[in-house]
């Protein structure tokens, strides 16, 4: 079967760093997605990995290490704009290539 | 840009009621797919359809069907609506190999 877990809400302060885990089993693993939800909106896409390693994009960098079935995604400086939901989504192969979600990590970034 | 396109932000129709929601892409992507997003419970993949005419179920098909008569163009229908199926929906597009694209979401609420 397959699970991701990441954690259900995080506080972090204005100007500060703060890293997101995620977690998951999978028997096809072919790649993990990030995506940005603001409340009541549509989520967006910030990084996907498939390798192993760090992926810098701006303030947002996502890592991955297969071998542990772990990512995260760090978020440098932040701003209030950055307060929503993150999710972490892995691509199945043994799903059909389907996006498995995780259940979202709401942050909250107070100044 | 990619555009996906929905065609409601919200929607209040009785139990009992047949429900159409349309959704179109412009990136002529080949996979769409149809989520419905509620608290606690994350994303959850209703169907999805690989080609023109070609449909999947997801995790949560029951009570809904779709119908993708153009490439562009994926429907989801609710042949008779419930109360439980009070949520937000979320239509999304993608390459087999890249991410997801999503639109606005269609905030429903069955009475």
């Known amino acids: 079967g397959q699970n991701i877990d990441q954690p259900t809400e995080m506080t972090a302060t204005e100007g500060a760093i703060v890293q997101i885990n995620c977690t998951y089993q999978?028997?096809?693993?072919?790649?993990l997605f990030w995506y940005q939800q603001h409340a009541g909106e549509a989520p967006t896409f910030l990084s996907y990995?498939?390798?192993?390693g760090l992926e810098e994009k701006g303030r947002f960098s996502s890592f991955l290490s297969r071998s542990k079935g772990y990512s995260y995604l760090l978020l440098k400086e932040l701003q209030m704009k950055d307060s929503a939901s993150y999710l972490c989504a892995v691509r199945d192969l043994s799903q059909g290539g389907k996006l498995i979600f995780g259940q979202g990590t709401e942050l909250s970034v107070k100044p | 840009d990619v555009k996906v396109t929905q065609s409601s932000r919200y929607l209040v129709k009785r139990t009992g009621e047949k429900v159409f929601l349309e959704c179109v892409q412009d990136m002529d992507h080949e996979n769409m797919f149809w989520y419905r997003q509620d608290p606690g419970l994350g994303l959850r993949l209703i169907y999805f359809s690989y080609d023109v005419k070609m449909k999947e179920k997801g995790d949560i098909p029951e009570g809904y069907s779709v119908s993708r008569e153009k490439k562009e163009r994926f429907s989801l229908i609710l042949e008779s609506a419930s109360t439980n199926q009070t949520s937000m929906y979320l239509c999304a597009s993608g390459q087999f190999t890249d991410t997801q694209y999503f639109g606005p979401g269609t905030r429903l609420t069955v009475l």
């Open positions: 999978t028997s096809g693993f072919n790649g």
């Open positions: 990995n498939v390798l192993d």
